[in-house]
């Protein structure tokens, strides 16, 4: 990611004509979903008028495109300060953009940071219908309030009017409070979506080590040494930024033997052919799970904020397909545990077995049960009753 550090002024386009919905997704995948929503909402409501700060999958979608969001992105709590003066200067500017033309609702997609901070301004300023005016404020995708930070659902209540949520067990996490919170299904079980792997008897064992570079530092060269010891295997990772890669390049370099049975590959570039999977939590982690792909999941953090982390963070497992199923379906390889002798003998024995894919297939049907959207109730239904 380029530094952004600096402050900036910004000037957005204004909307042509009116503006029914203004879609605010700060991240890659937050654009995806979101984009998936805005889709199908307007081929329901082809009239409908959507402008997005979000990504170009918004903009491919029909939403008109007024700053995208995804280049400025970060994760961790150094990156955000480091960056103060740039976010605060654009959260400000959209809230003026919300305030001159006052769209009927605000979709904030996950991003929680910067969203959440994003209603506070334009309850305060009197915009959103919480603080006394016309705008509606909805949110998709909730923030992960089951894992840490229980306590945002009371601001949530008083900022929002109606939230959809993408897991089951969410709507309980807001049962003591105001806020109408309504389940509307997982979108990786929607007829749109393309999962970026498939299940091959005959395929490579992926090697999904995450999205920062921090955290694929220490992990993939812990995949890579348990790949080591599985010698009639061959590997692919994926990489989304050149960070990413660069990670991922240094590790190689330090397991030349490994690195021979491994292909590195652009996340996106091709449908991958898989037979197993070694897994860091994640977004695509829960798509491999839904395809029934045999695999565990691998995490190491630095020691101490492992330790800071089990302190506040609330929840039995890592993988979200584990939480979801309340036992450890995907073998979780966490921390100290994290051996890559430990690990192989996993994937051997469990993974690329005979049995194995009739195993991990019966946890994916499990899964999509109870990730499936009730009836009329999927996220674009959600989105233009909240307009209606």
């Not at 997982?186 to 999962?195: A, G, I, R």
Request: net charge positive; proline share 6%; hydrophobic share 45%.
């Amino acid at each position: 990611m380029p530094a952004i550090h600096a402050k900036r002024e910004f000037s957005f386009a204004p909307p042509d004509g009116r503006c029914d919905l203004l879609v605010i997704a700060g991240e890659h995948s937050g654009d995806e979903q979101a984009a998936r929503m805005v889709r199908a909402a307007l081929a329901k409501n082809p009239d409908l008028k959507v402008c997005a700060f979000g990504g170009e999958k918004l903009a491919e979608a029909g939403a008109k495109l007024l700053l995208d969001m995804t280049e400025f992105s970060v994760v961790g709590l150094f990156e955000v300060l480091k960056n103060y003066g740039f976010f605060k200067s654009l959260l400000g500017a959209v809230a003026d953009w919300i305030y001159l033309h006052k769209p009927r609702a605000v979709c904030f997609v996950d991003y929680p940071g910067f969203n959440l901070h994003l209603a506070k301004t334009l309850k305060a300023r009197g915009v959103s219908v919480k603080g006394g005016g016309s705008v509606k404020l909805l949110y998709y995708i909730s923030p992960q309030i089951w894992a840490w930070k229980a306590g945002r659902r009371f601001k949530m209540a008083r900022l929002l009017d109606a939230l959809a949520v993408i897991f089951p067990f969410e709507p309980k996490c807001y049962a003591d409070t105001t806020l109408p919170t309504t389940f509307v299904g997982h979108p990786f079980l929607s007829d749109s979506y393309e999962p970026p792997a498939h299940y091959d008897p005959d395929g490579e064992i992926l090697l999904l080590a995450g999205s920062r570079s921090i955290a694929v530092s220490r992990i993939f060269p812990i995949m890579l040494a348990a790949l080591e010891t599985l010698p009639n295997e061959r590997g692919v990772v994926v990489y989304p930024t050149a960070e990413i890669k660069a990670a991922i390049d240094l590790a190689l370099a330090k397991n030349p033997a490994a690195a021979r049975r491994v292909r590195v590959v652009p996340n996106g570039s091709e449908k991958l052919a898989i037979k197993a999977a070694m897994m860091s939590s994640g977004t695509m982690s829960l798509s491999c799970s839904l395809g029934g792909i045999p695999g565990a999941i691998v995490y190491k953090a630095n020691p101490f904020t492992y330790v800071l982390g089990r302190a506040v963070v609330n929840i039995k497992y890592l993988s979200i397909a584990n939480i979801i199923l309340d036992r450890p379906a995907w073998r979780e390889f966490i921390q100290f545990d994290a051996s890559p002798k430990k690990i192989a003998r996993y994937m051997r024995e469990n993974c690329l077995c005979a049995n194995a894919r009739e195993t991990f297939l019966g946890y994916a049907d499990e899964l999509k049960q109870m990730l499936r959207a009730p009836s009329q109730c999927a996220a674009e239904d959600w989105l233009l009753e909240k307009l209606s």
